[in-house]
Every structure is written in structure tokens, then in C-alpha cells.
């Protein structure tokens, strides 16, 4: 991997790295034994983080760890006490396309595991159609209880799944997958919290002008503004806020 300095929030590194060096990296993990899981943090995992000690535990061993969200990549570029700044933003729905192309191509099986019942359905029914060499391997929806988790972990092994995407949104997704995420067979995993709905055609994602400039989130709040304002608009301001506390743990630890 690149030799960037890479940041730490929480504790926990996120990897300097592009969108294709990630999916580069990712790669070379279909051809090694054993499971491997990747996180993303954005501004909201973070702020669930701080107080959710699970989810920090989870983000923290996590095999590799990236910026979903712009407002990360400007937290490490504002605050150079935090490690390293990072060149690029990482969003998990990327690193899934990326991710589907290889498998496609390579003859890798891949897991579908969230959203209702509808959705996942549709979600397989739609990369079928654009990638008619995709195996997917099987499909199942995120609303099981926490005791038949670790049924649904051996479904996903029964089904001798190589990558295994998550869509239960945080931290369940997160949590779920440092539990049982290798008792799924799989070599790759990831949470993609609600790429699904998109790939289903439930919901848009913003253009591509507006990711770029870290408008995903006013995208978002105009066409769900009942459900989303209090998460972005308020959630806007505590990451701010996190932000300063934060830099204040952090200076407190160079002049300790």
C-alpha cells in the first residue's frame, strides 16, 4: 500500500489512499485465505462512534478503514495534528462498484445481505442485468434478530460466498460483521449502508459534481428532508463540534 501518512480519528486510521489503490488493495485479498473486512467513516459513523463503544472496537479492527464522507477528508486537511491528510475520499458505494467489476470478471461469488426482502431482490435482479458473468452467489434481507445471526452468517458460508456486502446501515452493519463476520467463509467484506435502495432504484445518488464538492448530504436532505434534516443539519454542527474535541485530545497527548 502507499507510504501516505495516514490520519487517525478516534483512534482509529483511515487509509490515505485513492478510490483505485483501494480497490486495488481489496483486490489482492480475493486471492488470500481467510476473511477480511473494511469499514468507512463518515461524518455521522464518527459521531455514533464516539459514544458507541462497540462501533469503535469494530472501526478499530477493522482490516482496512477509509473516508466515506468529504467532511472527513476536510477534518484531516484543516487539523494536520491528526496525522496525515488524506488525498481523496473513499465512499463505500464506490468501492463496491469497483469491487462488483473485479468479481465479475475474475469468477468471484458475492453475498447480498440487507434492506427488506423487496429491496435485496431487486438489488440482485439489478447486477445480474449489468453484469451478466456476476455470480451472486445468494441473497438475504437485514431484518433477523440477533439470535439467528449466526444462522444467517452460515447461510452466506453454505452459499461459499467470496465477498460479502452489508447494507444494515450503522453501526448494526459494522457490529454485525466484526461478530460474525468470519464465521461467513467470505475473504472480503464491507458495509455499504444504504447503497442498496440506490441500486434498487428507491432512492438517487447526487451527481457526481456534488460528491466531489461534499454536497451528498444537501442532495440527500432535499429529497428525504422529514427523515434527514435533524441527522445533516444538526449533525453538521456536532461533527464540528466533535471536531474540536477532538483536536483538543489530540493536543493533549503531544504535550502530555
Given at each position: 500500500m502507499t507510504t501516505r501518512p495516514s490520519p487517525a480519528l478516534l483512534g482509529v486510521p483511515i487509509a490515505n489512499l485513492t478510490l483505485d489503490e483501494a480497490v486495488a488493495h481489496l483486490t489482492t485479498w480475493l486471492d488470500r485465505p481467510g476473511f477480511h473486512r473494511m469499514a468507512v467513516v463518515n461524518a455521522a459513523i464518527i459521531l455514533i462512534a464516539e459514544r458507541n463503544a462497540e462501533l469503535r472496537a469494530a472501526l478499530a479492527t477493522a482490516d482496512l478503514v477509509t473516508a466515506d464522507g468529504m467532511s472527513v477528508v476536510w477534518a484531516t486537511r484543516w487539523l494536520p495534528c491528526l496525522g496525515g491528510k488524506l488525498v481523496a475520499r473513499v465512499a463505500a458505494p464506490d468501492v463496491m462498484e469497483g469491487i462488483l467489476t473485479q468479481c465479475a470478471q475474475g469468477g468471484q461469488r458475492v453475498y447480498l445481505l440487507g434492506a427488506t426482502a423487496e429491496v435485496v431482490s431487486q438489488v440482485r435482479a439489478c447486477l445480474q442485468r449489468r453484469f451478466p458473468n456476476l455470480?451472486?452467489?445468494?441473497?438475504?434481507?437485514?431484518?433477523?434478530?440477533?439470535?439467528?445471526?449466526?444462522?444467517?452468517?452460515?447461510?452466506?458460508?453454505?452459499?461459499?460466498?467470496?465477498?460479502?456486502?452489508?447494507?444494515?446501515?450503522?453501526?448494526?452493519?459494522?457490529?454485525?460483521?466484526?461478530?460474525?463476520?468470519?464465521?461467513?467463509?467470505?475473504?472480503?467484506?464491507?458495509?455499504?449502508?444504504?447503497?442498496?435502495?440506490?441500486?434498487?432504484?428507491?432512492?438517487?445518488?447526487?451527481?457526481?459534481?456534488?460528491?466531489?464538492?461534499?454536497?451528498?448530504?444537501?442532495?440527500?436532505?432535499?429529497?428525504?428532508?422529514?427523515?434527514?434534516?435533524?441527522?445533516?443539519l444538526l449533525g453538521n454542527i456536532a461533527f464540528l463540534l466533535f471536531l474540536v474535541r477532538e483536536w483538543r485530545r489530540v493536543q493533549g497527548r503531544i504535550t502530555a
Open positions: 455470480v451472486v452467489a445468494g441473497a438475504h434481507d437485514g431484518y433477523f434478530t440477533d439470535e439467528e445471526a449466526a444462522a444467517v452468517a452460515a447461510a452466506v458460508r453454505q452459499a461459499r460466498a467470496d465477498v460479502l456486502f452489508v447494507a444494515m446501515g450503522s453501526p448494526r452493519q459494522e457490529v454485525w460483521l466484526a461478530r460474525h463476520g468470519p464465521q461467513t467463509g467470505t475473504r472480503l467484506a464491507l458495509g455499504v449502508g444504504g447503497y442498496f435502495d440506490i441500486l434498487a432504484g428507491r432512492r438517487r445518488r447526487a451527481p457526481r459534481w456534488m460528491q466531489a464538492c461534499g454536497l451528498e448530504w444537501a442532495f440527500r436532505l432535499i429529497q428525504e428532508p422529514r427523515r434527514l434534516w435533524r441527522r445533516y
